[in-house]
């Protein structure tokens, strides 16, 4: 116990000093520039799942799930969920477009990442990037897939909630949605546990030398810990799209920016901290001395 209190005291004191608030300030304000492209690929693959699963579906209905989709990301216009809903003339470019502008975000996540780890570690110089640079491509862009998904899969669950009376209705269409809203969530929260623990498991591999030689179990501790802090504060996000009519009634929509904000925010801060944790425990005497 007493050693576990020193790690993450060491953690939380080498956090501040390696300054990692402003390495995660610049982490989030990349991923900020993913979420028109997320966006995009998260209304279409809503609009895939509409079209596969529930055709019984009216035009009403769909747009009531625009509605609440434009109370959740209130800076797109509710005039581009509806072309991108209904009008099939401009999937493909905004598809493209989506495709076109992660895997470059991506590239720039991954030169961040490099950089905080390296600072984290106090490492110097630079490695041949580019075998690793395709490992961390598809790590990236693979956890932004599942992110995105997982988040449809969110938003469908909190209409759920918030229209089952009206739902039951349509015998067939509740059936459909209680299935996807429980069966399917929860693969796809475990689905989430299992890519998060991947990535950071990933990450530390590409981004650290070997001759650091970690040992396994100071790579899976961390991970697990990033996992669940960011799978912990993802129940709180959840919580907030049920709730999200009140809450913007109470603050109106620029409460939705901020809870946006302040996620990717967070998701950035657990990331570094969980390997500031891998650094003390891979190091704990060192960590003391640089602390």
């Known amino acids: 116990m007493k050693f576990i209190i020193q790690v993450l005291y060491e953690s939380f004191k080498k956090f501040n000093n390696d300054e990692c608030m402003t390495l995660s300030s610049a982490i989030s304000f990349i991923f900020l520039m993913s979420l028109v492209p997320f966006m995009t690929l998260a209304v279409k693959l809503f609009n895939l799942i509409q079209k596969n699963f529930f055709t019984e579906t009216n035009v009403n209905q769909v747009e009531l799930v625009i509605n609440e989709m434009n109370k959740i990301i209130p800076f797109v ?23 076109i502008m992660l895997p470059i975000i991506s590239g720039m996540i991954f030169h961040e990442l490099e950089n905080a780890y390296r600072k984290i570690f106090n490492l110097s ?53 209680n299935y996807i809203t429980h069966a399917l969530f929860l ?79 967070y998701s950035s801060i657990t990331l570094l901290f969980s390997v500031e944790i891998m650094y003390s ?5 060192k960590a003391q001395i640089n602390a």
């Open 125 to 177: 110089g630079k490695n041949s990037l580019l075998r690793q640079f395709f490992y961390a491509f598809f790590t990236i862009f693979f956890l932004l897939f599942v992110f995105i998904t997982n988040f449809v899969v969110t938003l469908i669950n909190s209409l759920f909630s918030e229209y089952s009376f009206y739902l039951k209705k349509s015998n067939i269409l509740y059936e459909k949605i």
């Open 187 to 265: 693969k796809l929260e475990i689905a989430s546990l299992i890519s998060l623990v991947l990535f950071f498991l990933f990450t530390s591999i590409i981004f650290l030398p070997s001759d650091l030689k970690i040992k396994p179990m100071e790579r899976i501790i961390p991970a697990f810990i990033f996992a669940f802090l960011w799978i912990s504060a993802k129940a709180l996000f959840s919580f907030y799209l049920k709730n999200i009519s009140v809450v913007n009634l109470l603050y109106g929509s620029i409460s939705t920016i901020i809870i946006m904000l302040v996620w990717i925010f």
């Open 77 to 99: 216009s509710s005039q581009w969920f509806k072309l991108s809903f209904m009008d099939k003339g401009t999937g493909p470019s905004l598809t493209l477009f989506a495709l």
């Open 281 to 285: 425990l891979h190091t704990p005497k």
